[in-house]
């Protein structure tokens, strides 16, 4: 059985940093892509970031301000999260994918390629 437990989430001003954590159980990491995804209240999902054994995404509002990485041994994935905006404020949570690769198309858009997920950890920005 596939278990994601998300953890990290908590209150921060702008600017600030949090960084998430994921223990994935149930699977390896090598063989799946993970991606990290986010819903505010009345929104849709956003697919914010995702890391495979060959490559990573990540939306164009989060480049340069979040780092997603992964420790194989621990089954866990990361996602740093720095320069925090008001506009980050929503739950987060990590999925593993239907693909090996975080460049295929939709792969980060579609629900169908959402194999398992976690309940998430929320994430709020505010001063």
């Known amino acids: 059985q596939v278990q994601l437990v998300e953890s990290g989430g908590g209150l921060v001003h702008p600017g600030g940093s949090l960084r998430l954590s994921c223990v994935i159980s149930g699977i390896t990491l090598d063989h799946n892509a993970i991606g990290w995804f986010r819903q505010a209240p009345a929104k849709e999902r956003e697919g914010v970031s995702c890391i495979s054994s060959s490559d990573t995404y990540y939306r164009d509002s989060v480049k340069g301000r979040f780092i997603i990485s992964r420790d194989n041994s621990k089954n866990t994935v990361y996602l740093q999260m720095d320069s925090l905006e008001p506009e980050d404020t929503a739950n987060y949570f990590c999925?593993?994918?239907?693909?090996?690769?975080?460049?295929?198309?939709?792969?980060?858009?579609?629900?169908?390629?959402?194999?398992?997920w976690g309940r998430g950890t929320p994430v709020t920005v505010s001063s």
């Open positions: 999925a593993t994918l239907y693909g090996s690769r975080c460049s295929i198309p939709g792969i980060m858009t579609s629900a169908r390629y959402l194999a398992h």
